[in-house]
């Protein structure tokens, strides 16, 4: 059993956007104060924060006092420096501890960690130099394959498609990236469909697990989520069991997306997201706790009820200006849980809010709406 915080204890987030906004509204129902630190002035989640420190991500004087001002402290992204993070540690409560971020922050370290636990995940090397990929596609990882940073990047940025040789010897003249940038290279899955399921552990080490939900990219974005995803009983159960298995090898504390590729009967692990994921966000009405709720509840170390859904539930994304234009048609739209994410500058990919229809019939209409509205 974990150390229980409770109400009305201080939740300190690192992070200030759309994830830290939703952690922070499902506390303060419970009573909790939250705190927030961002660089953006009236930032997301301090809009709805009892207060926000603005600095940087990489201010360690600012993040410490953001741990002495809270008594429980997560963080909405994995990019924080481990050591900053090692240091609050020793101010406040960090349940999360440093060794899910040390490996989820890194790709190679995660893949590796994966591998070493049984987990299945494409086929993956690392390549240090722009002369050794050659080599690694040669002898590792054949075409197709895909090279990312071994950190940073997101939403498809930092990593480069190999579809063939052709593509190969162009990335190699026209190299993207620093010779001293760790990289990763992967095997490119001919994939059915994309998966993710959020899993969390409460304060007794009950592991809590949400139904598989399907997911549909545009542009390396995530643009829908399906929820519970049509999937064979065979199927569901192995990618529960996965997911289970990941969270107590991690001895989790707080929420953790899983997102995989789903290939015939064969699915491989993609990428660990270790906070409240948006493909999770459908959760907030479409099941009895949401991800927010259950990530609160994990690090103050209370119990989570057994995850029930509500009914299928589909979560679209709005980017850029999709989000004027739904604002727009509201009143059209009583079936709609619509979510404004409160940023400031509206800009083109970025994601602004969401929507969320329960059942069939809103569902169909949602879907609709999406293809005749896109962002300009």
Avoid at 37 to 46: K, V
Avoid at 110 to 121: N, S, T, W
Avoid at 320 to 343: C, I, M, N, S
Wanted: charged share 20%; glycine share 6%.
């Amino acid at each position: 059993m974990s150390k229980v915080i409770l109400p009305p204890a201080t939740i300190g987030i690192v992070g200030g956007g759309q994830l830290g906004r939703m952690i922070a509204l499902a506390a303060k129902p419970m009573g909790y104060r939250v705190g927030v630190l961002d660089p953006t002035p009236d930032s997301p989640a301090g809009q709805v924060a009892d207060f926000q420190i603005t600095a940087d991500y990489d201010d360690e004087a600012a993040i410490l006092e953001l741990a002495r001002r809270a008594d429980v402290l997560t963080y909405e992204f994995e990019n924080v420096d481990l050591t900053t993070l090692a240091h609050a540690s020793q101010i406040t409560e960090l349940p999360q501890g440093t060794d899910l971020l040390y490996i989820t922050k890194n790709r190679l370290r995660e893949k590796q960690f994966l591998a070493d636990h049984g987990i299945p995940v494409a086929r993956f090397a690392e390549v240090q130099s722009v002369v050794e990929l050659d080599a690694k596609v040669a002898e590792e990882v054949p075409c197709p394959a895909i090279l990312k940073t071994a950190e940073g990047g997101y939403d498809g940025h930092g990593q480069w498609d190999i579809p063939n040789t052709d593509a190969l010897n162009t990335l190699i003249s026209h190299w993207p990236v620093a010779e001293t940038v760790p990289l990763i290279l992967e095997q490119q899955i001919d994939f059915d469909r994309e998966v993710s399921v959020m899993v969390t552990r409460d304060g007794f080490n009950e592991v809590r697990i949400w139904p598989v939900a399907e997911n549909v990219h545009q542009h390396h974005i995530l643009k829908t989520t399906l929820a519970p995803a049509q999937v064979s009983p065979l199927l569901q159960a192995k990618i529960t069991r996965i997911a289970t298995d990941i969270a107590e090898a991690l001895n989790l504390r707080g929420v953790l997306g899983v997102e995989m590729f789903v290939a015939g009967d064969d699915v491989y692990v993609n990428e660990l997201a270790p906070r409240p994921h948006n493909s999770g966000h459908y959760t907030i009405e479409g099941s009895n706790i949401s991800q927010f709720e259950a990530h609160v509840r994990s690090i103050v170390g209370l119990p989570i009820a057994e995850i029930e859904t509500v009914d299928q539930a589909l979560m679209l994304n709005l980017l850029g200006d999709e989000l004027t234009q739904a604002r727009e048609e509201l009143l059209a739209h009583p079936e709609w849980h619509f979510h404004d994410y409160g940023k400031l500058d509206i800009k083109r990919n970025r994601k602004m809010g969401h929507i969320t229809v329960v059942g069939a019939t809103a569902i169909g209409q949602l879907e609709t709406w999406s293809q005749t509205h896109e962002q300009h």
